[in-house]
């Protein structure tokens, strides 16, 4: 059995090796036996094992090429956001990791299965899982892991809107690039995420050089969604420079491409993001003709989305009997999804 695997059971409980082998072996033997470097009779193992609640099943051999496949595929699905496709591969997975002998390969695929936790809205699970393992990754010195780790990291700290704190783990994932090589995939997300998150903190220049990059990739391999995204702040990017006909520009072609593969969700951000851009040319009647198309698209609280825009330009014209019809309507929807929407009750 692989010393390491004890050395991961031993982490992820957060115990020091003389806890894990009081009254079975000396400490200096045990650490001998998680860096690999003598044989350990079968009864010492199965004590420590108990100890640290390993299963037996953890002896047996499995292909360590076979699930690096299997568990790449779940982190490609997981970010193409192909979700039930990411669903059946980790519940496979999780089964099979039961028994995975190599800790690598374990943490590996926890951290790919915290995003998949986050985009079923679990960023408690996905934050458990990451706390967990965090020792592990840092002691362990893999470039792989901690890549994928950074990434992760950037992801909880952006859901909880802390953009610049998202962007320093991001840029340390990035530097990772130059000392070991990453799948494609993995590699143009990272230059998406860059590209979001550079926007968040108004780095427009670097926002727009990262998100060109993955744009290029997206298009090559016809990924239409992502490039409908990268499209999508592209256009933004070019507002907030006042650029508006190449912000026009993007907005045509993301809303073209969320036509084609019929996605609904992208073609109502991009119909909010011309009707801000129209609101920026102060031509206000057209802006709330466009976030009244966005709202027709949008369920639930993503409404007020479009209703608090709408707001904003009737009350830019002082067109007050217009903002009261507004604002009763967004209380209704406040009323039927009060449980949701305590940000938009404040605004």
């Not at 000396?26 to 001998?32: C, D, F, L, W």
């Not at 926002?207 to 969604?225: C, G, I, Q, R």
């Not at 039927?336 to 404040?346: M, P, Q, T």
Request: with cysteine.
């Amino acid at each position: 059995m692989n010393g390491k695997v004890l050395k991961y059971h031993r982490l992820k409980h957060r115990k020091k090796q003389d806890e894990v082998c009081k009254g079975i072996c000396s400490v200096s033997y045990y650490s001998k036996i998680e860096n690999d470097q003598i044989e350990v009779s079968e009864d010492i193992l199965d004590r420590l094992m108990e100890r640290l609640g390993i299963d037996e099943g953890a002896k047996s051999v499995h292909n360590d090429s076979y699930l690096r496949e299997r568990i790449q595929a779940l982190n490609e699905a997981v970010i193409d956001r192909e979700l039930e496709k990411a669903k059946e591969l980790a519940s496979a997975l999780q089964d099979q990791m039961t028994f995975v002998q190599n800790p690598n390969l374990i943490v590996l695929f926890e951290l790919i299965f915290a995003r998949l936790q986050l985009l079923h809205g679990g960023l408690l699970k996905a934050k458990d899982i990451l706390d967990k393992n965090e020792t592990y990754i840092k002691e362990g010195e893999n470039p792989e892991l901690l890549f994928h780790f950074l990434k992760m990291k950037s992801v909880c700290v952006y859901t909880d809107q802390e953009f610049h704190e998202s962007l320093g783990y991001l840029k340390e994932a990035d530097r990772l690039l130059t000392v070991s090589s990453f799948p494609h995939k993995d590699v143009v997300d990272l230059y998406y995420m860059l590209g979001l998150t550079s926007y968040r903190v108004e780095d427009i220049n670097a926002s727009m050089y990262h998100l060109n990059e993955a744009v290029k990739v997206y298009d090559a391999n016809y990924e239409y969604h992502r490039s409908g995204d990268c499209r999508l702040l592209l256009g933004l990017c070019y507002k907030v420079i006042d650029k508006f006909q190449q912000a026009e520009k993007q907005f045509e072609l993301a809303m073209k491409l969320a036509r084609n593969i019929k996605d609904e969700k992208l073609e109502s951000k991009v119909l909010q993001a011309k009707g801000e851009t129209y609101g920026a040319m102060n031509r206000s009647m057209e802006a709330i003709h466009h976030f009244q198309l966005s709202y027709r698209l949008r369920k639930g609280t993503d409404r007020l989305i479009s209703v608090v825009a709408i707001l904003d330009q009737f009350g830019k014209m002082m067109l007050y009997s217009e903002m009261k019809s507004w604002i009763e309507h967004g209380f209704e929807i406040l009323e039927e999804h009060k449980r949701k929407s305590n940000s938009f009750l404040v605004k």
